[in-house]
């Protein structure tokens, strides 16, 4: 029984040095600044980079970055592209039947409406959102007409053409387009959408989530991730 034992301790040690060493491939998209994006060296920056790195030298986890399509980003986690997904992801039911999320890394943070007009239509008309995005599907529940884009750049385009009569996308990310563009403006009311986003797991990962979950709490613990938070997404941001 002791031989039993120890050969069990020492099987167990082993498995858990063997996870320390694997590289834990972090996905995004690598197009949604102040999240992520990509800097002048073709690198992924913004606020999950430094906030992805801290969490695995907090989970003391060796990572690297991939980045992938928003439209096809749980997909290739699911097919083991990548170990998991930090890239603005709002928490929702919805793809929590496909992976496991960790806790929230921002609290809720509102949508909001651009348009180029105080008068634009945002019940009757049409209204541009990236795919696959908890925006497009509120534009689908008031009944506007919605216009689809894989990213959200097309999506400011859309409405600086006239295509679209007004953009929705959560509102850290659209202050500064708004700010950089003195055609476009804040138009409507704020619109609380989602619980906050987090990072996405295969289900089959408990143990990968609860390493980086404990990772995050340690930060809200010591106030380090409210400091990234303001850092990236302002002082205005919602925050822990």
Not at 45 to 50: A, L, Q, S, Y
Not at 199 to 208: C, I, T
């Amino acid at each position: 029984m002791k031989n039993l034992l120890i050969g069990t301790a020492a099987l167990a040690m082993m498995a858990g040095a063997a996870f320390a060493e694997t590289t834990v491939r972090l996905g995004t998209e690598g197009a949604y600044p102040p999240y992520n994006f990509l800097n002048d060296a073709g690198e992924v920056d913004g606020f999950e980079r430094e906030l992805g790195d801290e969490l695995c030298k907090r989970a003391e986890v060796t990572c690297e970055w991939v980045t992938n399509d928003w439209d096809s980003i749980i997909p290739n986690l699911v097919s083991s592209n990548y170990d998991a997904i930090i890239a603005g992801m709002s928490i929702t039911a919805e793809r929590a039947e496909v992976v496991d999320f960790s806790q929230n890394y921002t609290p809720p943070s509102p949508s909001a409406y651009a348009a180029m007009s105080d008068d634009a239509d945002l019940k009757g008309g049409i209204i541009a959102a990236q795919t696959g995005t908890i925006q497009a599907n509120h534009v689908v529940d008031t009944g506007a007409t919605l216009l689809e884009f894989p990213t959200p750049d097309e999506t400011i385009a859309a409405v600086k053409s006239g295509e679209a009569d007004a953009v929705i996308a959560d509102k850290d990310y659209l202050i500064p387009e708004v700010e950089a563009a003195a055609e476009l403006k804040f138009v409507g009311e704020d619109v609380p959408l989602g619980g906050g986003i987090g990072m996405a797991f295969r289900k089959s990962d408990p143990e990968l989530r609860g390493k980086f979950d404990a990772a995050i709490a340690s930060m809200k613990e010591d106030g380090t991730l409210n400091e990234m938070i303001i850092k990236w997404l302002g002082e205005e941001s919602p925050r822990f």
